[in-house]
Nanobody, 129 residues
Framework: QVQLVESGGGLVQPGGSLRLSCATS????????VGWFRQAPGKEREGVSC???????YYKDSVKGRFTISRDHAKNAVYLQMNSLKPEDTAVYYC???????????????????????WGKGTLVTVSS
């Protein structure tokens, strides 16, 4: 059973940093695409950063240079390092994953657009002074 559990959210001042973690279980992380999505109040969910099974990485334009996605297969974990946070980054952040078949491998951009199959419950990030 695929399980994803996010942690690391909280209240941070503008310009500050947070590192979100996603503990995964029930599947082989190397075979899966992973991503971080977010949903702000009153807005649709959007893909923030995705990493395909082939190593392709995508970042939403507004977070490029500030956010970094990474994964640790030995620890079955996925991370999102967020620096220089802005009030507009305030949202519930979700970790997500989907099997990335070698036969039909989507780009990281595609994964972030189409969404994924398995989702965590989310962690709230609030950027405010």
């Amino acid at each position: 059973q695929v399980q994803l559990v996010e942690s690391g959210g909280g209240l941070v001042q503008p310009g500050g940093s947070l590192r979100l973690s996603c503990a995964t279980s029930g599947f082989t992380l190397e075979d899966y695409a992973v991503g971080w999505f977010r949903q702000a109040p009153g807005k649709e969910r959007e893909g923030v950063s995705c990493h395909s099974g082939t190593g392709d990485t995508y970042y939403k334009d507004s977070v490029k240079g500030r956010f970094t996605i990474s994964r640790d297969h030995a620890k079955n974990a996925v991370y999102l390092q967020m620096n220089s946070l802005k009030p507009e980054d305030t949202a519930v952040y979700y970790c997500a994953t989907a099997f990335d078949s070698p036969m039909v491998s989507f780009s990281a951009y595609s994964w972030c657009q189409r969404g994924m199959d398995f989702w965590g419950k989310g962690t709230l990030v609030t950027v405010s002074s």
